[in-house]
Each structure stands twice: as structure tokens, then as C-alpha cells.
């Protein structure tokens, strides 16, 4: 006999819930439109000249294999983020985005040194971008700030000064540093004078690791380069001592489901240790990392996590109030957040049958997403 088929809940159901996206890149999140658009403007030479060519091209959605071959995707963003305009733009138009599914708070991570080819001072990058994300808060309500990144395949320097920048900008819309770029054969602790840098001045860290690389990589971030926070941290299963200071410690693992399937990091989405963790206690958060290079949303993201993964709806709106928990905020205002977005969760029942009831949909849960 076929086994009875338990109901779930619909994506739009998900989107109505208030969220964070505490891992997301500019370079990776810039509408497909746009890209198009400023490309023309700015006489820049893209691999396609219409959106589904290059939708085609950068293989946005696509197992691409590996974390270097995802990453080839930013050679296409990063040739028309070259200006304020395209910055501010760009910043204003992600935030509008995530606030359409109801992100309440974001933190948006990019390294400057990236977009300075046109002639764009580093700090003029850092205050387009900020203003992008005040005008949409603005215009929103969703509040956002930025992490600056070192990048690991470039020099040590170069993330030095990227940690000048970061400690330059405190208090003034930067929140936190982090290392991004090709894990594998670069490792964290080259960077150690950034870190330090930022430290000494009681800057937020979290570091991509243990997506192209084992455990180690996660045990240098934390106790060589102070990691606050861990980005993807797939393979951090591979050392259980390790997955227990890491959870005893209550050091938030950033989850991006979709972009480790991309990435090669795990086999399939029934595959990804988030539920794992989620079950040991370990504070883990769901995060979109590229919106437009894993074509996705955070709604999407907990939605496959309910469906792929087996997470209940109740595991949902946890990961929910972990994500604003673990956020590059002041004590207080975290507290804030967290009695206000409590209580909007409380008010979603747990019990399926008793959601869908509350809260009728015009889509199935088991639609195909667009």
C-alpha cells in the first residue's frame, strides 16, 4: 500500500514569515535585468546580450561542480560594478528584493577591492553601497549592513586593507569581516594580520569555511582568525570534537542549501548536514549566499528545507528566530527584534493542517517553483 503523503507547507506561506539573510553576496545577488542593462550603458562586453543567453551563459542555477567553477559567475556581475551608480543600484535593488519576502534584517558582504577597476576609490565603493541599502530601508523597511571581505586567492595585503576599511567604517553601516573566495590550497591564516586588525578592534568576524575544504579550515578560522561565525560549514560533520566546540560554543553555522549543491560541497539537498545540526543544537541559520548566481530566495531555502530535508514547520521558524540571534547587531537591539518577530512566529501554528486552515493559499505546496 503507498504510504499515506504528509501535508506541507506552500512556499507562499514561507515568504508571509519575517526572516534574515545573514549570508549574501552583492557581486552574486544583482538582477539578471540589470546586469543586462548596465552592460549596454556602460559599453561592457558580456558573454550574452539577452537575459535567457545569459542566464545560459553564467549557469545560474546550475551544479556548475565545484566552488571555482561557481565563482567564474562573478567575472560576469563584477564587470558592471564598476561605478556608484551601479553600486548604489545594485545594493538598493537587493535589499527591495529581499524585502518582497519579508527579510526584516540582511547583512550584505562584498570586497571593495573588486570594484575599483574603473577608478573608484575604496571608499567611495563602501559609501555607494551604504546608501543603496539606506535608501531601501528607506523605502522598505528592511534594515541591512554591510560585511567587508578579504578574498583568500589575493594577497594578504590586500585583505589587510580591506580590514583598514572595515575598522575605518565601524559604527557606520560595517559590522563585520569576513574571508571569501577559493577555499582550497589558500588558508585562512595567510590573513592573520587582518584578523588581527579587526579584532584588536572589536570588529565581528565570520570566514567562509569547510565548503571546499575539510574541518581544519573551520578549526583555523575559529581558534587562528577568531571566527564568530562560520560560512557554509558543510564538512564540519567530518570531526565530531570539532562539531561539539563549535555547538557547546554556540558558534552559528550560515547554511546556503542550494549554493552547496551547486558548489559540489554535498551530493544532494537530502544530503546536507543542516538537519544534522540542527538536531544536535548547533545554531544554525539559512541564507541565500548569491540570489542570483543560485537563482534563489530565503523563502526558497527553508521551503527546501521543509521539503528535501524534512525540517517541520516548527524547525522553520527555530532556524528563523537562530538567524536573528546570531546577527552582527548590538545585544539590545537583538532583543528587540527577537520579542517582535517571537511573536509574529507564535502566531503561525505549528500544526500543518491547522496553517493551511489559518492561512489559505492559491499554490500547492508541492508546485513546481518558478
Known amino acids: 500500500m503507498p504510504t499515506e503523503r504528509k501535508e506541507t ?12 539573510d545573514l549570508h549574501v553576496h552583492l557581486d552574486g545577488s544583482a538582477r539578471l535585468a540589470t546586469i543586462l542593462e548596465l552592460g549596454q550603458r556602460y559599453k561592457v562586453d558580456l558573454p ?13 542555477g546550475e551544479n556548475v561542480g565545484s566552488l571555482v567553477e561557481y565563482l567564474k559567475a562573478f ?8 561605478t556608484a551608480e551601479a553600486l548604489r543600484r545594485i545594493a538598493y535593488e537587493l535589499a527591495e528584493d529581499a524585502a518582497h519576502e519579508n527579510v526584516r534584517y540582511m547583512e550584505v558582504r562584498y570586497s571593495p577591492m573588486l570594484h575599483t577597476r574603473r577608478g573608484l576609490r575604496l571608499t567611495n565603493v563602501v559609501e555607494a553601497v551604504l546608501e543603496g541599502l539606506r535608501a531601501a530601508q528607506d523605502a522598505c523597511g528592511i534594515e541591512s549592513n554591510v560585511i567587508l571581505c578579504g578574498i583568500r586567492n589575493v594577497s594578504p595585503e590586500s585583505s589587510l586593507e580591506m580590514a583598514q576599511l572595515a575598522v575605518a567604517y565601524k559604527g557606520r553601516g560595517v559590522v563585520g569581516f569576513d574571508l ?39 578549526a583555523q578560522a575559529i581558534h587562528v582568525c577568531g571566527a564568530h561565525r562560520i560560512g557554509h560549514g558543510c564538512r564540519l560533520r567530518e570531526n565530531g570534537d570539532m562539531l561539539h566546540y563549535v555547538n557547546d560554543h554556540r558558534i552559528p553555522i550560515e547554511c546556503c542549501p542550494s549554493s552547496n549543491l551547486q558548489t559540489n560541497a ?35 531555502e527553508l521551503w527546501l528545507c521543509h521539503t528535501q530535508l524534512g525540517l517541520t514547520f516548527a524547525d522553520l521558524k527555530q532556524i528563523i528566530v537562530s538567524g536573528f540571534k546570531s546577527a552582527f547587531l548590538p545585544f539590545h537591539v537583538k532583543q528587540q527584534y527577537l520579542r517582535k518577530v517571537s511573536d509574529e512566529l507564535a502566531a503561525f501554528p505549528d500544526d500543518v493542517a491547522e496553517l493551511l486552515s489559518a492561512y489559505p493559499t492559491t499554490k500547492r505546496a508541492d508546485a513546481t517553483l518558478a
Open 180 to 218: 571569501a573566495g577559493a577555499e582550497y590550497d589558500h588558508p585562512a591564516k595567510h590573513h592573520k594580520a587582518a584578523f588581527q586588525l579587526v579584532r584588536d578592534n572589536n570588529i565581528n568576524v565570520t570566514i567562509h569555511a569547510g565548503e571546499a575544504y575539510g574541518p581544519e579550515s573551520i
Open 9 to 20: 507547507v506552500p512556499l507562499e506561506i514561507i515568504e508571509k514569515l519575517p526572516k534574515t
Open 75 to 82: 567575472d560576469v556581475t563584477l564587470r558592471v560594478m564598476q
Open 48 to 60: 550574452a546580450h539577452d537575459l535567457e543567453g545569459l542566464r545560459k551563459a553564467m549557469h545560474l
Open 266 to 300: 554535498v551530493r544532494d539537498l537530502a544530503s546536507h548536514p543542516l538537519k544534522l545540526y540542527k538536531d544536535l543544537g548547533l545554531r544554525v541559520t539559512v541564507n541565500t549566499d548569491n540570489r542570483l548566481v543560485t537563482d534563489t530566495t530565503v523563502s526558497k
